[in-house]
């Protein structure tokens, strides 16, 4: 079969999913429908946003689709009736059996992190919190249990000391798209030889990703500075660390994203325990840990905008004509 004669649905909504849609589309393989979440309000405003995939569908005149519930049987039987002989997933939503089921050449998916580590729903996030020094992208088949399908293909990348998880996202994201497009391909020329994920790793060693809450982004400051290190930059730009700002002068106690930190090689100062701040009140932020001092970078109050801490720090002079005014509550 030709690649123009192969039928696919696509699945998927985010940003992270774009690209993929979009190289397929370029390529000229033959896209039937893609899929979706529904709109849904966000914002202040709470107007109803399309996904990024919807959007893109919308500009190329493809066909929509944005079912509620993936079992309904009118959804079914649209699906049905573009008879596809493929589907790829891309950050989408779990499907059931009668869905993932349904083409005869299968439906793979495109997840962000060398599977089997990581299965879940926020792959890059957990790979920098934990500090890893690499990770990559899995394409595999669906099959009953969350990404654990056997898989197909897969690609390294290096995640820098200095990466946060913006940047591996947009690495990934492009690698992801070559790799879908590698995929369909290879599927096109019957050469794919998949591997069972329980070959390819002890599974004792195994880390998950799950989904993250705005609880799991608080920072404990009585960890080493390296693993709070980490913790911040695999949550930024989002869903972003924060931390608790208790404001002098009878002010209320605010909380503060942090987006950016560096480790200060300086004694602790006496006496200080962990959460303790530092500051000259015009340059720095400096946040005492287990084992030594952070110093923050940039970072944004509730209805603020992100700032750099000079700029946060010289904010705060002038609206409270105040020298020492904060300190973290841990």
């Known amino acids: 079969m030709k690649k123009e004669s192969l039928k696919i649905i696509y ?25 979706t979440m529904p ?27 944005q079912p509620t519930n993936l079992k309904d049987p009118e959804f079914i039987e649209t699906l049905r009736s573009y008879q596809a002989d493929l589907q790829i997933v891309v950050a989408f939503r779990m499907l059931p059996e009668i869905v993932w089921n349904m083409p005869p050449m299968g439906t ?8 089997p580590q990581y299965r879940g729903a926020a792959p890059i996030n957990w790979a920098v919190i934990n500090g890893d020094k690499e990770t990559g992208i899995t394409t595999f088949f669906l099959q009953h249990a969350i990404d654990t399908g056997e898989v ?26 070559d790799l879908v497009i590698e995929t369909v391909d290879a599927i096109l020329a019957g050469n794919v030889k998949t591997i069972s994920q329980n070959e390819m790793a002890d599974p004792t060693t195994l880390r998950p990703a799950p989904k993250i809450f705005k609880d799991t982004c ?50 602790i100062p006496h006496g200080s325990t962990p959460g303790t701040l530092i500051s000259d009140n015009k340059n720095y932020l400096r946040v005492v840990t287990a084992d030594g001092l952070l110093e923050i970078d940039s970072l944004q109050m509730p209805g603020k905008k992100r700032v750099s801490t000079g ?9 409270m004509n105040t020298e020492c005014f904060i300190h973290i509550e841990n």
């Open 108 to 115: 793979f998916n495109l997840h962000a992190s060398l599977l």
């Open 152 to 177: 197909i293909q897969q690609e390294r990348i290096p995640i820098e000391e200095t990466d946060d998880v913006g940047i591996v996202h947009d690495k990934l994201m492009v690698l992801g798209a």
């Open 11 to 35: 699945m998927g909504t985010p940003d992270f999913a774009v690209l993929p849609l979009q190289k397929l589309v370029e390529g000229n393989y033959r896209v039937e429908a893609v899929i």
């Open 39 to 65: 709109d849904k309000p966000s914002g202040r405003g709470h107007k109803v946003q399309f996904s990024p995939v919807k959007q893109y569908a919308l500009e190329k005149n493809i066909p929509l689709l």
């Open 311 to 319: 700029e946060f720090l010289r904010g705060y002079r002038e609206d």
């Open 218 to 267: 608080q920072i404990n400051w009585n960890q080493p500075s390296k693993v709070i290190y980490d913790f911040i930059r695999g949550l930024s730009p989002y869903p972003a660390a924060w931390t608790t700002l208790q404001i002098q002068d009878g002010q209320a106690a605010g909380t503060v994203k942090i987006f950016k930190t560096h480790r200060v090689d300086e004694d």
